[in-house]
């Protein structure tokens, strides 16, 4: 089964940070592309990031340039989004999915994981 | 930021065909990028309805449908059920952003 599970979430304080992970498996991971998309609380989707298969092109949404990294370990199968100098405007639900392409779309979602950014 | 717009909602009795309009521009549906469309139902996480302008994944019934024309995709949803009440997204990559963007959203209300 094609999967991905999302982890770190959690109360941070502005300024503060937070690393969130994803797990993948029955796919080859290596292969394909993965984002981060994230949906405030009673938003739409934002996309945030995106990183391809071999780590070579790493894309950041403006919002979070600057403050936000992504980046992957093929060898675990693990993806990441680090996020430092957090904002009460980060606080959302975030999902990590898999990009096979940009002709395919994200076919493969996680749960999604929530932070919220609160003093 | 969203660049491409859609209608915050659309309604239909079941049976009937909605549509759902993705208004986009030239650094994106314009620029001839695939459109893909996601189903989001309350509480889950988002899921590929429509791939490629008009492909649809193993599994989406052929209900739900996808066109794109010059700068602008649409999504219909024939035969509407009371399941297929759910926001839905389009989505296309811009050359602004080195990245995807997605639409607004449209809430899709079964009478």
Redesign the interface.
């Known amino acids: 089964e094609v999967k991905l599970v999302e982890s770190g979430g959690g109360l941070v304080k502005p300024g503060g940070s937070l690393r969130l992970s994803c797990v993948a498996s029955g796919f080859r991971f290596s292969s394909d592309r993965m984002d981060w998309v994230r949906q405030a609380p009673g938003k739409g989707l934002e996309w945030v990031a995106s990183i391809s298969g071999g780590s070579t092109y790493r894309h950041h949404a403006d919002s979070v340039q600057g403050r936000f990294t992504v980046s992957r370990d093929n060898a675990k199968n693990l993806f990441y989004l680090q996020m430092n100098d957090l904002r009460a405007e980060d606080t959302a639900v975030y999902y990590c999915a898999r990009v096979k392409g940009a002709f395919y779309g994200m076919d493969v979602w996680g749960q999604g994981t929530t932070v919220i950014v609160s003093s | ?2 660049v491409l717009t859609q209608p915050p909602s659309v309604s239909g009795a079941p049976g009937e065909t909605v549509t759902i309009s993705c208004a986009g521009s030239g650094s994106n549906i314009g620029a001839n ?2 459109v ?1 469309w ?1 189903q ?1 139902l309350p509480g889950a ?4 309805l429509i ?2 302008d008009t492909n649809r ?1 193993s599994g989406v019934p052929d209900r739900f449908s996808g066109s794109k024309s010059g700068a602008s995709a649409s999504l219909a949803i024939a035969g509407l059920q009371a399941d297929d009440e759910a ?1 839905y ?1 389009c ?1 296309c ?1 811009d050359t602004g ?9 449209t809430k899709v209300t079964v009478l």
């Open positions: 930021q969203s990028y695939d893909h996601y989001q996480a988002p899921k590929l791939f490629a994944p926001d997204y989505q990559h952003l080195s990245g995807f963007v997605f639409g607004t959203g």
